[in-house]
């Protein structure tokens, strides 16, 4: 399975500004995926990342809220725009690996003020 | 549109014993994947067990099964002769397989499992 590496692993920000996660991976991969885990809850697919087209995002999620990039084939970012104390929550990015697995980045634990 | 349905909360067992967790799920998909995975306190997403849905052999591994009824949509973990770092939550998840391969995961809502010493 792949390596997968997200910066920052937390962070508290005050409501109204943005925050970039990165998401880097030790072999290359053409589909990459951000999730969102909120406080208690189940993971929710924020949008599917694919190299060299724009993100498919899913329902109740907006490109203006959730810009992501794709610049190559073992990088991604996620940013959450104009934060709430709604945003809190854990973002996660995965894989898909050969066998169709996705396997997990350690998360960002992501508190809004 | 795919659903999983967790409908334990919580479970807890004691050390050495052998514990069930239940799944169902729903698609319209005839190709699709279920899966388990494992969230420790440390938060890391671990995969537990995979299974592919036209493989009607249960997904073994070590002290882990899986009950797959593919007609009743069900799709239970077993876990055999539990350990302490078997301590966490299990979510179960699903996901469809389109022409470029397994889209994104479908999660339940997560059964907490807790091991007694």
């Known amino acids: 399975s792949a390596v997968i590496s997200q910066k920052p692993s937390r962070d508290i920000c005050q409501r109204g500004t943005s925050l970039t996660i990165q998401c880097q991976v030790d072999?290359?991969?053409?589909?990459m995926f951000w999730y969102r885990q909120q406080p208690g809850q189940s993971l929710t697919l924020i949008a599917t990342?694919?190299?060299?087209?724009?993100?498919?995002?899913e329902s109740g999620f907006v490109i203006d809220k959730f810009p992501i990039s794709r610049p190559n084939l073992t990088f991604s970012t996620l940013t959450v725009s104009n934060m709430s104390p709604e945003d809190s929550s854990i973002y996660l990015c995965s894989v898909r690996g050969s066998t169709d697995t996705q396997y997990f980045g350690p998360g960002t634990r992501l508190t809004v003020l | 549109a795919q659903t999983v349905t967790q409908s334990q909360p919580e479970m807890s067992v004691q050390e050495a014993e052998t514990v069930t967790l239940s799944c169902t799920y729903d698609t319209s998909e005839s190709n699709y994947y279920l899966f388990w995975y494992k969230q420790p306190p440390s938060r890391q997403m671990i995969l537990v067990i995979r299974?592919?849905?036209?493989?009607?052999q249960n997904a073994t591994e070590n002290r882990f099964s899986v009950n797959f009824q593919k007609a009743a949509k069900s799709f239970s973990l077993k876990i055999s002769d539990s350990q302490l770092g078997d301590t966490a939550m299990y979510f179960c998840?699903?996901?469809?397989?389109?022409?470029?391969?397994?889209?994104?995961?479908?999660f339940g809502k997560g059964t907490h499992l807790i091991i007694q010493p």
């Open positions: 998840a699903s996901s469809t397989r389109s022409g470029g391969g397994a889209d994104g995961l479908t």
């Open positions: 990342a694919n190299q060299g087209s724009e993100a498919t995002y």
């Open positions: 299974q592919e849905a036209y493989k009607q």
């Open positions: 072999s290359q991969v053409t589909m």
